[in-house]
């Protein structure tokens, strides 16, 4: 089932020289939680975010250049999948509930919501965050 949900259209730093001068191009992305409220995610054209509020998941050991956050957010773009180091919240209060079993995608980006996880995908690569488990790919 497809969900709709409200756009942020930001005109990034996304400009490319050409012969014939700037030629732009516009990332959008949206935000959305799951219907817990446990996960948050934005996702883009670009690729996806989602953070964890709550866990019971062993962490993967935090990088020695790692002072702030970690263990709880996982991302993925067309260099991979990963964990990130984070001091800041991913998502803000505006963000609409994306229904269990409903998808959104953006690009080659698909983000899915379910009653056991979140999943995201796009350019060969996955992660799936839920309260029990991990997974990255």
């Not at 054209?45 to 970690?70: F, K, Q, V």
């Not at 409903?102 to 690009?107: D, H, K, N, P, V």
Request: proline share 5%.
């Amino acid at each position: 089932m497809k969900f709709p949900i409200r756009l942020i259209t930001t005109t990034a730093a996304l400009f490319a020289l050409t012969g014939a001068g700037l030629a732009h191009a516009e990332a959008t992305s949206a935000e959305f939680q799951s219907p817990s409220g446990n996960v948050e995610c934005i996702v883009g054209n670009t690729g996806a975010a989602c953070e964890i509020a709550n866990h019971d998941y062993i962490s993967p050991a935090r990088p020695a250049e790692c002072h702030l956050a970690y263990g709880d957010r996982v991302s993925l773009d067309a260099s991979g999948a990963r964990f990130n180091c984070h001091g800041d919240r991913l998502v803000g209060p505006t963000a609409v509930i994306l229904p269990y079993g409903a998808s959104i995608t953006e690009g080659p980006v698909t983000c899915l919501s379910t009653v056991d996880y979140v999943q995201c995908t796009g350019y060969g690569h996955m992660f799936r965050l839920s309260r029990q488990a991990y997974d990255i790919g």
